[in-house]
C-alpha cells in the first residue's frame, strides 16, 4: 500500500487580476521506506504542492484533487480534528525556516517532549524526555541534555534547524515531508542529517517526501524524482535513470548547474532566462520561452509522455543512447 497517493492536485489563489494557478494537474504516489525528491527552482510550485497535501493552504488559495490518500485514508473530506491527529504524530513536516515549527518562548526540550505526549496518552514524562534526548543526539546536536533546556534564540539558525528535524523524527512517522531542511547547515551535519532520514525510511518503512532546488542532493538520498516547473510535473522517474539521462531540457539544465565535476576555472553553466510568472504564463510549454529546443509546436501543451518507468513532458526530449 502506498502511504501516500495524489492525483490530480490544483491549487489555485484569487488575485485583483485574476486566478493564479501554483500547482496545475500534479499526481504522484509514494510508497512506504521510499523517498522523492521533488526540484525546482523558486517558483516552480513545490511548496505550494506539500502545503496543499498537508491542508496547510489558507483563503484566497483553493485546493482541488480526485484522490488524496495516506495510507489507503482519503484525506479530501478529513476534518480539522483528524487533521490535528495526524499532523505531528503520523505526518511529520520540517519547514525551511525552523522558527515555523519551534515556539520562542518555550523550552526545546518541553516542546519535543510535548510532540510526543500529545500523540501518545500512555508515556510517561521520564520516557518521552528520553525519546526527545535521543532525538537530538540522532540529528548531532552536542550535549542534548543542556539544550533541552535552552529556549530557540539561544540557538544558532542551524541548530534550530536541527531542533525542528529531530521535533520532526521523535515520534517515527509513517510519512515525512521536508521542505528545503538543510538549506542553513554545513555539508557535513547535512549529511548526516540525510544519512538518518534515509536510515529511518529504510528501516521503519517512513515515506518521505524532499523538497529542494538543489538536486545533487536528491541524487544523494531519493529513490525516485520529480521535477517541477512553473506548477508542473515535468519530469519523472527513478533518480539514477533522470540523472543519468534526462528527457526534458529543464532537468538537463538543473543537473548541468551543479558545481561537482566542473573543471577548474571553467565556467558554471545557467539555464538562460528567468523563471516565468505564475500569473502570465506563456500558452503552451512554460519552459519555451528559456529553451533552445522549442519550435512553433510548443506553443500547445505537451502531453506527459511515458515509458512506464521514466516520463517527461517535452515534444522535443533530449536523445539518449
Known amino acids: 500500500m502506498a502511504v501516500l497517493e495524489v492525483e490530480n492536485l490544483t491549487t489555485q489563489f484569487q488575485t485583483r487580476t485574476g486566478p493564479v494557478t501554483a500547482v496545475n494537474d500534479v499526481s504522484f504516489k509514494l510508497e512506504k521506506g521510499r523517498i522523492l525528491g521533488i526540484v525546482g ?36 473530506a478529513a476534518s480539522p480534528k483528524r487533521w490535528q491527529e495526524l499532523r505531528g504524530d503520523r505526518i511529520a513536516c520540517i519547514f525551511q525556516d525552523p522558527m515555523m515549527s519551534l515556539n520562542p518562548v518555550t523550552r526545546i526540550g518541553e516542546q519535543l517532549m510535548e510532540t510526543v505526549l500529545v500523540h501518545r496518552k500512555k508515556t510517561s514524562k521520564a520516557s518521552a524526555r528520553d525519546t526527545a534526548i535521543d532525538a537530538l543526539r540522532r540529528v548531532g546536536i552536542p550535549a542534548p541534555m543542556e539544550r533541552m533546556r535552552a529556549y530557540p534564540h539561544e540557538l544558532s539558525g542551524g541548530m534550530r534547524q536541527r531542533v525542528a528535524i529531530a521535533n520532526a523524527l521523535v515520534n517515527k512517522p509513517d510519512l515525512i515531508i521536508a521542505d528545503e531542511p538543510t538549506t542553513a547547515l554545513d555539508v557535513t551535519i547535512q549529511a ?44 519523472w522517474g527513478p533518480v539514477a535513470d533522470v540523472i543519468r539521462a534526462p528527457r526534458h531540457p529543464y532537468t538537463r539544465g538543473l543537473i548541468d548547474s551543479i558545481p561537482r565535476g566542473r573543471a577548474e576555472g571553467g565556467r558554471l553553466h545557467s539555464i538562460p532566462g528567468a523563471a516565468v510568472s505564475l500569473a502570465s504564463l506563456p500558452s503552451g510549454c512554460a519552459f519555451a520561452p528559456r529553451c533552445a529546443r522549442a519550435t512553433e509546436v510548443c506553443t500547445t501543451l505537451p502531453p506527459m509522455h511515458s515509458n512506464g518507468r521514466h516520463s517527461h513532458r517535452c515534444f522535443h526530449p533530449l536523445v539518449t543512447s
Not at 53 to 67: C, F, I, T, Y
Not at 193 to 220: M, N, Y
Request: net charge negative; charged share 20%.
Open 41 to 76: 527552482e523558486s517558483g516552480s510550485g513545490k511548496s505550494v504542492t506539500i502545503m496543499s497535501v498537508l491542508n496547510l493552504v489558507d483563503p484566497p488559495g483553493k485546493v482541488n484533487a480526485s484522490k488524496l490518500s495516506f495510507n489507503g485514508e482519503s484525506l479530501l
Open 192 to 235: 548526516q542529517i540525510l544519512h538518518e532520514v534515509r536510515t529511518l525510511a529504510r528501516e521503519s518503512g517512513t515515506g518521505l517526501v524532499w523538497i529542494t532546488h538543489d538536486i545533487a542532493v536528491v541524487k544523494d538520498i531519493a529513490d525516485e524524482i520529480c521535477v517541477m516547473y512553473a506548477g508542473r510535473i515535468v519530469e
